[in-house]
């Protein structure tokens, strides 16, 4: 490639503005780039003007750069292409491990919006008042109950409270 110069960069930055596509780089371009970038360096230790030149191209470099990875960001979210079209090898490498990333995370999503929801189990309960004096005892369900204290309210598993009123232990309340 031939050597960049500042206006072959910023018209590289209008096409690369002007389109959702990814613009197809000159062969070279990253070298081309360092090489412009070491070359105005060395400039701007002697010349005000170089050192202008130098910022600029800096900055358009960013630029064009920041554009390009917005776009191959948003190609490997949406899963767009395998190879992109007008990337270089840094930036197909770029957008592979952005993908692999993408792809992961689509695998959790995917996982997480297909999982079910745990059942949820609704214990009914009703009200009874204790017509006698029950001990603590174990229920068949494994959960202990009690004491109970004549004349107290209190509200148990449906199951259990019908136990203690037909056994005359409890009224309905």
């Known amino acids: 490639m031939a050597t960049l110069v500042y206006q072959d960069l910023f018209a590289m930055y209008r096409q690369e503005r ?3 596509a990814l613009s197809t780089l000159p062969d070279g371009f990253d070298e081309s780039l ?3 970038i070491i070359e105005l360096t060395k400039k701007s230790q002697t010349d005000p003007q170089a050192l202008k030149e130098l910022e600029n191209t800096r900055k358009l470099a960013i630029s064009i750069i920041g554009l390009r990875r917005q776009k191959i960001i948003l190609r ?3 899963a767009q ?6 990337a270089n090898q840094r930036e197909q490498d770029f957008y592979e491990k952005i993908l692999s990333i993408c792809s992961a995370q689509d695998k959790w999503l995917n996982k997480l919006i297909t ?3 745990p059942e949820v189990v609704v214990i009914k309960t009703k009200k009874i008042k204790m017509l006698k004096d029950v001990p603590q ?3 068949a369900d494994g959960k202990s109950y009690g004491p109970y204290a004549t004349g107290e309210e209190i509200e148990l598993a449906q ?3 019908k136990w203690m009123v037909e056994g005359k232990l409890a009224q309905d309340f």
């Open 115 to 117: 999982s079910k929801a």
């Open 159 to 161: 199951t259990e409270a």
């Open 18 to 20: 002007g389109s959702n």
């Open 81 to 86: 292409e395998a190879k992109l079209l007008g």
């Open 137 to 139: 005892y174990t229920a």
């Open 76 to 78: 490997a979210i949406n």
């Open 34 to 36: 360092e090489n412009v």
